[in-house]
């Protein structure tokens, strides 16, 4: 499987908002990863199949969050044998998620700050490392429940880094899906490397249907796609279940809200780990 990286030239004074925009925005069109490198470029990756350079332009020119501010960009063609090459120089450094007690790292990472509980993590092609907003902010969240004993499904889960710490404090059962077999490959593969076991499955909210309903239900992924499944969302949840949602900004929260009050579900914590990414946790 190959990718298109695309590199962008942001304005210096702005650069920090409209990397979180961009995330977001690009995340909608099928991108799957960003990191900025040591000069300060920010990239993003997409698979070849989902490139379209006519949607990336009218979403640099014509999307109200990003057409004011001049930002050109430049692509390229990264073949599957070259990712992994490109992850271990730029993707991610360790990650203390709570100091002392939680650490993420990769298992190239000679070193890693002190910590409790460590997750090792091999994203490869895979979303979810620890370093971006919504990962993070969905592990704060994660680490502030009681999960042992408990059932839990991650919804797009990436890496597997979320089914993996629920694992790893004593979840009964941890389902993880997502609808890129990549991911469901690399979440199997990081469930290894952490001596866990989880179960992974190809697909899409659909799979939840039918299901015994879960105590704890986790969903990283974006608006739109939240919005469109939280009706199975609540339907897999058991009475007095936990939601964690992020993979949205600050601005989606109403939209957000107002569709799960319609289902009876609060808003009972909620953190903002970084820029304008937002995650949360709702109960019923």
């Known amino acids: 499987m190959n990718y298109i990286q695309v590199s962008f030239d942001l304005p210096q004074e702005e650069s920090h908002d409209l990397q979180d925009t961009l995330s977001y925005l690009l995340g909608e069109l099928g ?4 990191y900025v ?5 920010y990239s993003a990756y997409v698979q070849e199949s989902a490139f379209s350079e006519d949607k990336l332009w009218y979403l640099l020119n014509e999307d109200p969050l990003v057409s004011p501010y001049e930002i050109t960009y430049r692509y390229s063609r990264v073949p599957s044998e070259d990712w992994n090459k490109v992850w271990e120089r730029h993707y991610f450094a360790p990650v203390e998620v709570i100091p002392g007690e939680l650490v993420v790292r990769a298992s190239f990472h000679e070193s890693a700050p002190p910590a409790r509980m460590e997750i090792i993590i091999d994203p490869k092609m895979a979303f979810g490392t620890g370093n971006h907003a919504t990962t993070l902010g969905m592990l704060q969240l994660l680490s502030r429940i009681p999960i042992e004993g408990r059932k839990v499904i991650d919804m ?31 979440a199997v593969y990081n469930s290894g490397l952490n001596g866990v076991s989880v179960d992974v499955l190809l697909g899409d909210a659909s799979l939840l249907d039918g299901r015994e309903p879960v105590d704890i239900l986790l969903a990283n992924i974006n608006r739109n796609i939240i919005l469109e499944d939280c009706k199975r969302y609540v339907a897999a949840l058991k009475p007095g279940g936990d939601l964690l949602l992020s993979g949205f900004l600050a601005t989606d929260v109403p939209l957000i809200k107002q569709a799960l009050l319609e289902h009876g579900w609060m808003v009972r914590e909620q953190v903002i780990p970084s820029g304008e990414w937002v995650a949360m946790r709702l109960t019923r």
């Open 37 to 41: 490198d040591e000069t300060g470029v």
């Open 31 to 34: 991108y799957e990863s960003f």
């Open 156 to 186: 797009g889960c990436g890496s597997g880094i979320l089914g993996i710490y629920a694992a790893m404090r004593g979840a009964k059962h941890c389902l993880c899906i997502d609808i890129d077999e990549s991911s469901v490959q690399n």
